[in-house]
């Protein structure tokens, strides 16, 4: 598997090396009820270790024999300095950059740790199971809310926005650095909207941040 490195929308490195990936699951309403999940009291936390990480323009690949592989697009947060028990103003300074990722999910294996109250690496934590976009800069997105999409084979399958968000962006890493410190080049995934659904061999995906991320791939 190639080695991923952290870039910039400009093509030039992120001198981070790249840690773990903390994760959100239901953290948009309309996604948790497509799955018939309930909308959990608190974040539902999970983690991905650094070899789910594969850069998203190069071909995707996934495990081909152990049932449905399902893409969640989701807005990633690039963590620029150490966070332990953080204040919000601390979250939101070590905000270094956006992205885009995919949360690759094996269904058919989640759905069987679900049954047996097993936690979900196995589904969620495999050999490139997080495609990662280039980072726009913080500076280059300041805006009230942020907006992005995910198109297949030119149709629009979701869209989503920091609004919708049970767990806003900057109150969600302040609560993920009080229970495991985030490092520089850790990276943050906030959650999928509605409309996460199988990848299929020979697709392309285009994915859309506001203007400032625009980029394509396609599914082997």
């Known amino acids: 598997m ?40 608190e974040p539902l936390l999970f983690i991905k270790p650094s070899t789910a990480a594969v850069h998203i323009t190069r071909p995707i690949d996934f495990p081909r024999d152990r049932g449905e592989v399902h893409f969640e697009t989701e807005l990633a947060v690039l963590i620029g300095r150490p966070l332990t028990n953080a204040s919000a103003s601390e979250a939101q300074s070590a905000i270094l950059g956006y992205g885009l990722a995919l949360d690759l999910t094996l269904r058919d294996v989640q759905s069987k740790l679900k049954e047996k109250g097993q936690p979900w690496e196995r589904a969620k934590a495999f050999d490139g199971a997080c495609p990662l976009s280039p980072f726009v800069p913080v500076e280059k997105l300041q805006q009230d809310h942020l907006a992005f999409t995910m198109d297949i ?10 609004r919708d968000m049970l767990n806003p962006i900057v109150p969600l890493i302040a609560h993920m650095s009080s229970h495991f410190t985030l490092l520089p080049g850790d990276v943050v995934l906030t959650g999928t909207p509605k409309g996460v659904g199988e990848l299929r061999s020979g697709q392309t995906l285009t994915l859309e941040l506001e203007d400032a991320l625009f980029l394509q791939t396609k599914v082997v």
């Open 2 to 41: 190639p080695d991923y490195q952290h870039h910039w929308k400009d093509g030039t490195p992120v001198h981070l090396p790249l840690g773990k990936i903390v994760c959100i699951g239901r953290n948009y309403a309309e996604h948790a009820k497509e799955l018939n999940n309930p909308v959990p009291d």
């Open 153 to 162: 084979d030119g149709q629009r399958r979701q869209s989503g926005d920091t």
